[in-house]
């Protein structure tokens, strides 16, 4: 079984990323960090249950080998949503019935955060990017109970794509289901969450 565990917004920068999103939610972002493996760095934003992460290159470390996550390693633009993230309770067991190209189980952490997250060997997810990157976090900790009170919600994540009857097959396959995560047929990928906030709905694409 998949549980939604957060939105993730990629950026070129992080100082682009996070005006970008404090501009269209109209509220500031709480504290993130660097991820090593991967030299990335994020902000993020509680959303209750959920949260939202903000990510980007991090200029300051030095480029990996190996492909990063969310295939920042070819993102361009401007700020957006380009992800969505599910934990499991076990993820190889999970793996074993997600599409191929998924990922791979890779150990990481983050201050007093540690989790294991399914890493694509080219960085790019199944679906262009739909289908969910998967995580299994490692003892109680989780940044949503961590993070101060924003009053932002996530009402509805969309999620379109061409193929997106395969897509919902695949999720039902590892027993994600969640009212808040729509799949619309789309002539290409395209993301879109709507929130309410204390300054009303606003939305990210």
Same mark, same amino acid.
């Given at each position: ?13 992080? #100082?682009?990323? =996070? ?7 109209? *509220?500031? %972002?709480?504290? /993130?960090?660097?991820?090593?493996? @991967? ?54 067991? #999970?793996?074993? =019935? ?7 189980? *890779?150990? %990481?952490?983050? /201050?007093?955060?540690?989790?294991? @997250? ?88």
């Amino acid at each position: 079984m998949l549980a939604f565990d957060h939105i993730a917004v990629s950026a070129e920068t992080l #100082a682009e990323g =996070v005006a970008a999103v404090e501009a269209a939610l109209g *509220v500031g %972002l709480a504290g /993130g960090g660097q991820h090593g493996h @991967m030299a990335t760095h994020n902000r993020l934003l509680g959303l209750g249950d959920l949260y939202l992460e903000l990510i980007a290159a991090d200029p300051a470390a030095t480029r990996p080998v190996w492909p990063r996550w969310f295939d920042l390693d070819n993102f361009l633009g401007v700020p957006r949503l380009t992800n969505w993230v599910a934990r499991c309770e076990s993820l190889s067991a #999970a793996l074993a =019935v997600c599409p191929d190209g998924t990922g791979v189980p *890779v150990a %990481l952490q983050r /201050g007093d955060y540690r989790w294991q @997250m399914a890493v694509p060997a080219d960085g790019k997810l199944p679906f262009d990017g739909c289908f969910p990157a998967l995580i299994q976090w490692q003892g109680d900790l989780h940044p949503s109970r961590a993070l101060p009170e924003s009053g932002v919600r996530l009402t509805r994540l969309e999620v379109a794509h061409p193929e997106a009857a395969g897509l919902c097959a695949a999720l039902a396959r590892v027993g994600f289901a969640d009212p808040r995560v729509a799949f619309v047929q789309g002539a290409a990928k395209a993301m879109r969450a709507e929130f309410s906030t204390p300054h009303g709905a606003r939305v990210l694409e």
